[in-house]
Structures are given as C-alpha cells and as structure tokens.
Nanobody, 124 residues
Framework: VQLVESGGGLVQAGGSLRLSCAAS????????MGWFRQAPGKDREFVAG????????YYADSVKGRFTISRDNDKNTVDLRANSLKPEDTAVYYC??????????????????WGQGTQVTVSS
C-alpha cells in the first residue's frame, strides 16, 4: 500500500491550499480515509475524515467550516481543501487509510496506512 501526498507549501494567513493524496495497493473505495497533522513539539492530531460507505465527512472543531475533505473512488484520491488558513494550521499533514470496511474514527491507531507527509506553513 502506498499513499502519496502533494500540495503543501507556504501560504499567507487567510489563504488557501489543496492537499491531495494518491493511494495504490488497496481497495480504496472500501477504506475510510483521513487527514492528520503534526506541528513541531505536538502530538499528531486528527483533522478530517471521510467514510467509505456513504462519503460522509467529519472534522476536528479547529478546522470545521474552513477545511473540506473529499474523495474520488475512480481516481483513488482523497483531497483536503484548506481555506482561511491560520498560522496555527502550520504542520506536516498526513494522509491515512483506515481499516477495510471500518467505520469512522478520529484515532490515529485506527488507521493502518500512512503517507510520508507534506509540509504546510502559514505565515502571519
């Protein structure tokens, strides 16, 4: 299984970025997908998730209303659209695939596969 993120970079506060994750080696449409992030000196935290069964989405309170997660089961990709970015959004962002057929989870331990991460830096 391979997950490859792209789309990170440097952006000013208030700006937007779109992160993308390309998955291979798994039955993508049957896995819940998530985005997590880790800032320097902090634990990895859940950002957004999307279910495999109905495409429903869920978000951390800190990003609700600003970030949007989506998936394309034909292309095996999951995207994270981040708007109104704040300096506190600065982190390495990771794409993750949950267990086959599993329900939603905000816990990193429930995700089996991880990408290498992409840096997002928001300047004030």
């Amino acid at each position: 299984v391979q997950l490859v993120e792209s789309g990170g970079g440097l952006v000013q506060a208030g700006g937007s970025l779109r992160l993308s994750c390309a998955a291979s080696g798994l039955t993508f449409r049957m896995h819940p997908m998530g985005w997590f992030r880790q800032a320097p000196g902090k634990d990895r935290e859940f950002v957004a998730g999307i279910n495999w069964s109905d495409g429903s989405t869920y978000y951390a309170d800190s990003v609700k209303g600003r970030f949007t997660i989506s998936r394309d089961n034909d292309k095996n990709t999951v995207d994270l659209r981040a708007n109104s970015l704040k300096p506190e959004d600065t982190a390495v962002y990771y794409c993750a695939a949950g267990q086959y057929g599993a329900g939603q989870s905000v816990r990193s331990i429930q995700y089996d596969f991880w990408g290498q991460g992409t840096q997002v830096t928001v300047s004030s």
